[in-house]
């Protein structure tokens, strides 16, 4: 609710809400926020208005509060037939005008509606491990929802016991809600021991934690895997024959980084280190620090990978601090109290935030293990877009 | 080639090369760029290595000219069988140490192939038309590699007399270096006037500069547009019909306002706007400075697009400013002495890059003017890396 409306100095309309808080709206901002249908596209939601077109120093020629408690402003526009009529609900100018408050500067929250993100650790994530089950996943908009708000919040989700005898099915996972993102790598990719691998994913090796293509110029967000097959061969302990699966979440080891050692986390958000890997000729490259920030210093992209990482180019003062700082996030990755850990079964769909949680597999004996992934990237901003649509 | 190599203090082996240039290379950086076989994985190319296994304090045991020229060093490792030697060209050393040289803090460059970019405003364009024939662009990798240059250089090309029949040819020309990218418009989509039009591209009316899907995360960096059919109909001034195509270099006119409006240029190099839209239900919203910088304060990305952007979120003493510092940007941009005119014939492939080059279209009279182009996006950093390859 509006208590006040009034023309203030400076271009701007002071606007007092019931709540006592206060706030101004420079005219510029409001002339060019006209949502009545000269301005705006009725069928598409585009705006049809050309903010270039306005007069900077436009001034309402009347503003009032309507008796609908609605913000009115007449503007005295160059043509008659284009004399424009604003109207601004009172929850609307609230919600935008945050900004506009007197001693705050809050941006409007895209994200508002969501559960804030939990970092965890292997006991936090042991008590609430974020799986569901197929048929639930498949219920509708709730098992779907429920899904996204897991890798929302803990940036990994299981689903369990879907059907493998369509080695494609992650895709079919994906177009529930977007569309599957295609790399270098093609549509979806295997995961699986082979004789003559190209690529280290492809034989028994233990892979270490790790982010995956860091070296493109922006890494897939959202990366599912789904277990075609993990057979244990022969005689003798299974935990020996190896191939678990990892997962660590990164944020959270940053979070200690910043909170522990701050120059060590001052140093990795602030170098950039190459990626880069030469494929089918081609060579990828690109610059990343391991902790990258958003502009508010909030945690953003977590960017590593040792087998991908090229020479560190960095004044040489940096070197030796570099290499210190990024032993002390390393060995906290590598920490067993931070590692989620589980064979991965036949029927499993784990899908994980790229650039948060870092993945990896202890090393196994292809003679003992036949093991396969299918896996597949995609947009993560296509699943938050879906989830947001439906809370 | 190297004239000497001796241990120097804090870490480091000091080099001098033949042209008398000096550089430090600290120890752990040479024994972390290890190319020996125990190293780097052969067949791959991935680093086997694992950078956080070092002795951060680790020193040669032997450090030497070879008589090859090359810098051999051999390490102290813990166990015999793990023994390494370290052999560094004197070009390797030369290339990555740019950034330890004495004075200088040069990254190495992963572009340093290919020619500069050309900034471009009517008069220049016009002089030097990227364009190139169908039959030329298919001539093998020749003509492959002028096309993807011209992106480079100019962030625009125009392949001329590709066949009409197949309407998603502009997949194919794709596939000749990549792979088309999907968003939620699909692997391809249609600019055609349409009576019930989703999207205002799909009307007869004018659009402004702009560049596409600003609130994605990423915006897509190559742009395809394959006109297919563009007639005009019935009597009178072809001119008056309009539809015509326009395009200007974005990265030109930042240019042209950090050097006669820096104040302006540093107002929309660091105000985040908001870009959003609604589309089936889902909303996309992202944050984008108009003009984006990279870390050295290079051009990087244009995000413009007055159908798309949001209210501006910022500190009160930054609206008025903003607003006239996008007036000055905007008004350059609609200079017609910045723009590229021309009226796509059947045939054309426009290809263009979104994060630097502004596309528009003149408003045409749907009655008067038959219209149909097919268009589609890439990851550019896929173009370029086929491009790198082919240098």
Redesign the interface.
């Known amino acids: 609710m509006l208590d006040s409306a009034v023309v203030a100095p ?3 309309a002071k606007i007092v809400f019931n709540d006592h808080s206060v706030a ?1 709206f ?1 005219f ?2 409001l002339r ?2 006209c949502k009545c249908q000269l301005c705006v ?1 009725e ?10 077109s ?1 007069d ?1 120093n436009i001034r309402p020629k009347e503003l009032y509060i309507n008796d609908r408690g609605q913000l009115e402003i007449i503007w005295p526009d160059a043509s008659q037939q284009e004399k424009h009529r604003s109207i601004f609900d009172a929850s609307w100018l609230y919600r ?1 005008g ?3 408050m007197e001693n705050t ?1 809050e ?2 929250d ?1 994200e508002r509606n969501r559960p804030p993100k939990e970092l965890w650790d292997r006991e936090k994530i042991k008590k609430q491990f974020p799986k569901l089950s197929y048929t639930e996943f498949q219920s509708g908009d709730a098992g779907l929802r429920k899904w996204l708000e897991y890798i929302h919040i803990f940036g990994i989700a299981v689903i369990q016991g879907v059907p493998t005898q369509n080695q494609e099915e992650v895709r079919e996972i994906v177009n529930r809600f ?5 790399t ?1 790598y093609g549509l979806t990719f295997d995961v699986l021991a082979e004789p ?5 994913a492809n034989t028994g090796r233990y892979l ?1 934690h790790h982010t995956d293509l860091n070296y ?3 890494a897939p ?1 959202l990366q599912l895997l789904h277990c075609l097959k993990s057979e244990v061969l022969g005689e003798g302990d299974e935990e020996a024959a190896g191939g678990k699966s990892f997962f660590v979440d990164g944020f959270h080891v940053a979070q200690w980084l910043e909170d522990h050692e701050p120059a060590a986390f001052h140093i990795l958000t602030s170098t ?1 280190l ?1 990626f880069q ?2 494929m089918d ?7 990343w620090p391991v902790i990258a920030l958003d ?1 508010h210093g909030d945690l953003a992209e977590i960017h590593y990978n ?4 090229g ?6 003062n940096v ?2 601090p570099f ?2 700082a ?2 002390k996030f ?2 906290k990755l ?1 920490d067993p109290a931070s590692e989620l850990v589980f064979a991965m079964s036949p029927g499993d769909v784990v899908a994980f935030d790229n650039r948060r949680v870092l993945h990896g597999r202890t090393a196994f004996n292809p003679r003992r293990i036949a093991r396969h992934l299918k896996g597949c990237y995609v ?4 699943a938050y ?2 989830y ?2 439906l809370l």
């Open positions: 400076h271009h701007a101004e420079k510029i901002w060019d926020s596209h069928a598409t939601g585009q705006r049809l208005l050309d903010s270039n306005l900077l935008y945050q900004c506009f500067y941006q409007q895209v977007a569309y599957v993102k295609q270098a003559k691998a190209a690529h280290l270490e493109r110029e922006k967000g950039p190459r890997i030469k000729g081609k060579r990828y490259s690109q610059l502009s040792n087998r991908t990482s020479p560190l180019q960095a004044p040489n070197v030796i290499y210190h990024l032993k390393v060995d590598r947009d993560i901003d296509e877009s879906k947001d649509s």
